[in-house]
């Protein structure tokens, strides 16, 4: 739940010294960090030019290109991101900063680098983790390959910090959408402390208390979000309205292997669960929940799963059975026993299913004692009427490094 105050400093202080190297170079003193928004159609679901294009007006090279293995071919080649990696509606929708069920920030963990039970909010997996993974393609050693796939490298990427802008903005985004949409009122999470470095080296510590409103606290606002009126925080002795946990109500008996073909389980829901599967896609405050518990993988395949309940055959629309992606940014650090991190190596990753369970039960399609959770492959689009050119320069001799999902479950609350 720190990811979005601390990266919102991470950017005040980049901004304040590439602000201060544009001035002594006798650039505009306003000069602030555009973002991407990559949940435009075309062409803004597409790396801006101006990170694709090598070379300056006056020939000489452009500090923002970086050609392959650096990012994705493909993506330099102009291919549209794909809108299941691109779109925040999953996460915007949630109504809770931080949930046993599901949030928008994240869980309530002490500060570290990525972890497992709910540590992941909604935002931060979708589109964030999809994005770092899809523009960076591969990532081969420390920094070999892809800058982007790997958290060590990621802000070596210029595009690394209009990624990161959009992620902040959203934050705006999401508070202004309002129904009790509010950052977290625990003093834990307002009051940690973090260090940064201003533009003259100075060492400097915030917390999130003093980031929450980016215009009246750090300057800055967003051209596309309403003013925020910044809602105070509950008081302390105020119960959190969590409710109880998520209750199992079936799962997988096997583990799943996934190496870059699509792959389908069943989920096995016991008959003594199933009206509790029902009653939770019915309509009112049920919730249907995905888990995908104990995902390994020796380094991060490069490749972005989408997550489907209940896809029918062939010719089904994938989007209307969406529930989230499996991208494993910062698989490596999981995997690393001297980073701080909570639980045993792995992810758990956990999807808001209830949206596609209901339109499912309206339409007479919801059986409990039938669920399924299909995984395929995410790829970059062509631009609009284009071919693929770059499939035979990333076609792959052998399949992407595996991932094993230890058990996809299937919960209610």
Known sequence: WFFLPWHRMYLHFFERIVRAAVIAAGGPPEFALPYWNYDKPFPGNTLPIGFRTATLPDGTANPLFLAAPRRRASVMSGGQLDPSVTSPANALGQTAFTSPAMGFGGGKVGPQHFGNF??????????????????????????????????????????????????????????????????????????????????????????????????????????????????????????????PPPELVGATEEPLTLAGAPATVTVSVPADTRESVESAAAPGPGRVLVSLDDIKAQVNPGVVYGVYLNLPGEGGDLQAHHIGNVSLFGIEKMNDPDVRHEGAPGFRHIFDATAVAARLSEEGRWDPSAVTVT???????????????WEGAEAREEPPPPIEIGQVSLFVA
């Open 118 to 243: 709910a540590n992941t909010g909604a935002l931060e997996q979708t589109p964030h983790n999809d994005i770092h993974v899809v523009v960076g393609g591969s990532g081969v050693g420390q920094c070999q390959g892809g800058f982007m796939i790997d958290p060590n490298c990621a802000a070596l990427d210029p595009i690394f910090w209009l990624h990161h802008a959009n992620i902040d903005r959203l934050w705006n985004v999401w508070l202004a959408s309002g129904g009790g949409r509010v950052n977290p009122p625990d003093a834990t999470w307002r009051n940690a402390p973090f260090v940064f470095y201003d533009e003259s080296g100075t060492e400097i510590t915030m917390t999130a208390e003093e980031v929450l409103d980016s215009a009246t606290q750090l300057g800055y606002v967003y051209d596309d979000v309403p003013a925020l009126e910044m809602a105070a925080p509950p008081p302390p002795a105020t119960p959190e309205p969590d409710g």
């Open 375 to 389: 995984f395929a492959p995410v790829g970059v689009l062509p631009p609009p009427g284009e071919e693929a050119a």
